[in-house]
């Protein structure tokens, strides 16, 4: 099967570009529904796995380390109904979850480290979309008709996650362009020849 991982700066439009892809390709697109397929098979909420994603991973664990032993955790893992996630299990499920997807049907992944995770697989392509500040702003206020404050604010939460997440799986060195199949400058590209240059990348495989 055929994937296409799409890595982005907040605001690039990652999200648009996805969809416009995986409609033109016919393939499945995947990007927050990641977060309920790692909460069932980690048998947690979605609001647990989205806590290990963000800050409040940190403080979560520490604080679960102060009421409860880890022994007690690991038990509670094991028993039928009951599940238990931290950041070293959240890698290995989506890895897990990546290599499955992949496997299974041709399709798009939209952030969550796909290029890490799928980069030795042979059908893939790796995209990173980036942008200079200014342009990530006027594309969010167009697109979801913002304010340019709200555009700024959103923007500035957006590349913390990013970068906190990609600490969270252990790689540092995410815009380095060796990791990518192609690397788009949305300054330079418009959506429609950024969606173009994908397709044909993914035909070709």
Do not use: C
């Not at 030795?120 to 697109?143: C, G, N, S, T």
């Not at 923007?155 to 970068?163: A, E, L, M, Q, S």
Request: charged content about 30%; hydrophobic content about 40%.
């Amino acid at each position: 099967m055929k994937v296409v991982t799409i890595a982005r700066l907040f605001g690039a439009g990652g999200h648009t570009i996805g969809e416009k892809v995986a409609k033109r390709l016919g393939f499945e697109l995947v990007e927050e529904e990641m977060i309920n397929i790692v909460a069932k098979k980690t048998k947690v909420s979605p609001e647990w796995v989205q806590a290990v994603e963000s800050e409040r991973g940190n403080w979560l664990m520490n604080f679960l380390g102060t009421i409860v032993s880890p022994s007690f955790l690991e038990r509670l893992a094991e028993e039928e109904g009951h599940g238990y996630i931290d950041e070293d299990i959240y890698k290995e499920t989506l890895k897990e979850v990546m290599e499955e997807i992949a496997r299974e049907a041709n399709t798009v992944i939209v952030g969550r480290g796909g290029q890490y995770f799928l980069h030795d697989y042979p059908q893939a392509v790796h995209v990173l979309l980036i942008a200079d500040k200014p342009h990530r702003i006027k594309f969010l206020m167009e697109r979801y008709k913002m304010s340019e404050a709200r555009a700024k604010r959103v923007i500035k939460r957006g590349d913390k996650r990013r970068n906190n997440f990609y600490k969270k799986i252990g790689e540092k060195h995410f815009n380095d362009p060796s990791l990518y199949t192609v690397v788009i400058n949305m300054d330079h590209v418009l959506v429609e020849r950024a969606v173009e240059i994908i397709v044909d990348l993914a035909s070709d495989l």
